[in-house]
């Protein structure tokens, strides 16, 4: 088997390296100014009215868009990858469910949080209790 040796940055002293450092400080803080603009701007991207009624299979039944935001003012919708014909749900997709904390904080911003997939309400259920899930 064949080892790749990584390439390892030169050895300066303190005085060259915070020298760079600043340099990249400063990249790093025009990137966030970028950042911060670009989100602003979507922040301020104009709605769009939902002409078409779309419903959601739940296991309390049929709920509309609107039902989703459960009261909330603000509704995110994470698209749970999981085909109908698959056995098991996207891994990303289930690492990322696993990895969810305690959602309470959203509740408290006024936002709602939920899941939706292709796969029958019946497949994600059990695949839901398999991981231990409590979302919805």
């Known amino acids: 088997m064949t080892q790749t040796q990584i390439p390892m940055p030169n050895v300066v002293s303190q005085a060259e390296w915070l020298d ?20 602003a701007n979507r922040r301020r991207l104009p709605m769009v009215k939902l002409e078409k009624e779309y419903t959601f299979d739940t296991a309390d039944g049929k709920k509309s868009l609107k039902d989703l935001f459960a009261s909330k003012h603000q509704l995110i919708v994470y698209h749970f990858m ?3 014909e698959w056995e ?8 990322f469910i696993d990895a969810l904390g305690d959602l ?8 709602c949080f939920v ?21 919805n």
């Open 20 to 39: 760079e450092r600043k340099k990249l400080l400063a990249e790093e803080k025009e990137s966030t100014k970028l950042k911060d603009k670009i989100n």
């Open 82 to 84: 999981f085909d109908p």
């Open 88 to 95: 098991e749900g996207c891994p990303g997709c289930t690492g």
């Open 104 to 111: 309470t904080d959203l509740a408290n911003r006024d936002t």
């Open 115 to 135: 899941v939706v997939s292709r796969a029958p309400l019946e497949k994600l259920q059990i695949y839901k209790q398999e991981h231990g899930w409590d979302i």
